[in-house]
């Protein structure tokens, strides 16, 4: 069965400082993508970033970078240099590649992310 | 990029009413829509997968007599709860997908509050 877990339901920092957002994922599927969205309190989902289970390469974008490891199964979300605006609930989300039902997402619990000024 | 649109934005309504909640592909046909529901600091749970011209599938737990999902359209697909409860009260998201990208486009939500 497909699972993610994000252990982390809030964190709290103060602005500028350095922050990581774990996720852990489960499946038996060899081809599989991983995604990471933003929830700000308007609720409207922010899509971040795709990865597909072939691409380990990590990631950077401004202040944002992605660590992708298949061998712990993991894909954490990193922001650099947090600012009051990232303050937001993250989802980190796995979907399967094929099937009928190929693009279904199954989301982790979500990490609530303040920082503060 | 793609976009998604959802209508209404919010809605309240009475226990015992049935609510219809459209999403729209803007610019693109959408083979695949899915549904999903948010209830308050929680996570986003996966209630349907509709298929345009075909009927939807349903993840274990959800009434598919309760939520109907109808994608007549590769554009257009609704939910309508019916016979709504206070504890269908929640935030309904919609996503579409467009070709075998498996790129999906999430609309921005609709806030459900039955009453």
């Known amino acids: 069965a497909q699972k993610v877990t994000q252990a982390q339901t809030e964190i709290s920092v103060v602005e500028k400082e350095d922050v990581t957002l774990d996720c852990v994922y489960e499946t038996r599927d060899t081809t599989y993508y991983l995604f990471w969205y933003k929830q700000p309190p308007s609720g409207e989902l922010v899509f971040l970033i795709r990865r597909n289970s072939f691409d380990e390469q990590n990631e950077i974008s401004g202040r944002y970078s992605w660590n992708f490891q298949k061998s712990t199964s993991s894909f954490n979300f990193t922001i650099t240099a947090s600012q009051v605006v990232d303050s937001a609930v993250y989802f980190c989300?796995?979907?399967?590649?094929?099937?009928?039902?190929?693009?279904?997402?199954?989301f982790g619990q979500g990490t609530e992310l303040s920082v503060k000024p | 990029g793609a976009v998604v649109s959802q209508h209404p934005s919010r809605v309240i309504c009475k226990s015992g009413t049935s609510v219809k909640i459209e999403c729209r592909s803007l610019?693109?046909?959408?083979?695949?829509m899915f549904w999903y529901r948010q209830f308050p600091k929680q996570s986003l749970m996966l209630m349907a997968t509709s298929n345009e011209g075909s009927k939807a599938t349903y993840e274990q737990g959800v009434e598919k007599d309760k939520f109907l999902i109808n994608h007549a359209s590769l554009t257009l697909s609704t939910l309508t709860v019916t016979s709504a409860h206070p504890e269908d009260s929640s935030f309904y998201i919609c996503s579409a997908i467009g070709g075998l990208t498996y790129e999906q486009y999430f609309g921005p939500g609709t806030r459900l509050t039955v009453t």
């Open positions: 610019d693109f046909q959408a083979t695949t």
């Open positions: 989300a796995l979907s399967e590649a094929g099937g009928n039902q190929g693009g279904k997402l199954i």
